[in-house]
């Protein structure tokens, strides 16, 4: 059987990143045996690299994907490791499972996985609005795990990297109201939109006509508002993730959020322009030092040096940049302010996150179920007023 992809050459680890954005793993502890649902998707892939990168204490490691992939391998930093099929039984002696294979995979694989016993860390979207599974950005709300009932979720790409920059505000002067705009990488579609903006581009360089496959549009040299299916509201599935699970995980489930989602051509790293008004009056300067206090977040912001967070700077990094920092004008009483937010979509925003929640797990001793552990069970905040939820139209 052939082997799947090539090195992960987009979202490498390009350079050494100090472990800022979660917990450390405790290496006097016993080692755990590890799924990756996925393992030849992207973020499966990346999720593979990263358990090797923090040392993850893994005993024992099971590859999985659909019956098409099983048999074939992957290459993970000079390793080849082989394939196997994505089935009930192969989660028989597994302590975590990480699943980034899609929401029906995971709606109807991860059961089955914690009946055998396993924790599913998933990366769909499957579960995330489950009031009883706890969705977890690791410097946000990690004690939301304590009461996990087998199933843990990870939020979206475009989640992530926004609610820690949100907590800092949230806890020094209050939310009143966001509006936040993305830019996002077609990594975060999968390989083939990396293929196809790559196909594309060349197109271009040879005078040729673009071919779009997987999105509706060419995406080189273009932006599509337009990423998920649109819903009756008239929010993308996309921009709706942004407001329902930055709720959830703050713990503000009447917080006034709004988003437009944009697919741009970059290979790796969402960026995201952010406007809040807060409760209280904040300045620039305050909210510089607020977002660099929180674990993982790093301030770049130097204007006059054309200093701010890219894309291409964050491809390969952990951690989560923020820059542009200053008053919105539109807001009175210096409650107002406007920044731009940049992560790796693979990494902090999917693959990371979810090791640093299984080190969490694990350094607490929470990777069994609640009821296993006889603690309380998680529930979400709920709303005051009934929250739309609306169904995708596509
Ligand atoms: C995207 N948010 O970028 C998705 C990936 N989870 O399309």
Known sequence: MPAVGGPL????????????????????????????????????????????????PVGGLRLLASGRSAGRTVSIDGRTLEIGEAVPDAFEGVDIALFSAGADVSMELAPAAVARGATVIDNSSAWRMDPTVP????????????????????????????????MALRDAVGLERVVVDTYQSVSGTGADAIAELEGQIRAHAAGQAPVANVYPHPIAFNALPEIDVFLPNGYTKEEWKVVTENRKILHLPDLRISC???????????????????????????????????????????????????????????????????????????????????????????ATNAIELAEVLRERGWVASAAARGARPFAAFQAAAATEAPEATA
């Open 9 to 56: 050459v987009y979202s490498g680890r390009a350079r050494p990143c100090d472990r800022t954005s979660g917990a450390a793993p405790d290496m006097n502890r016993h080692t755990l045996t590890v799924a990756v649902v996925g393992a030849t998707g992207v973020v499966g892939r990346t999720m593979i690299q990263i358990l090797n990168e923090r040392e993850f």
């Open 135 to 166: 969705l977890v950005v690791s410097q946000v709300n990690a004690n939301d795990l304590e009461g996990h009932p087998g199933i843990i979720a990870n939020p979206n790409c475009s989640t992530m990297q926004l609610a820690p920059v949100l």
């Open 260 to 350: 437009t989602a944009v697919r741009i051509p970059v290979f790796v790293s969402h960026s995201e322009a952010v406007h809040v008004e807060t409760r209280e009056p904040i300045t620039p300067e305050r909210a510089r030092e607020l977002f660099a206090a929180v674990p993982g977040v790093v301030v770049q912001d130097d204007p006059a040096a054309h200093g701010y967070p890219l894309a291409t700077e964050a491809a390969g990094r952990d951690e989560i940049f923020v820059g542009r920092v200053r008053r919105d004008v539109s807001i009175a009483d210096d409650r107002g302010l406007a920044f731009w937010v940049v992560s790796d979509n693979l990494r902090k925003g999917a």
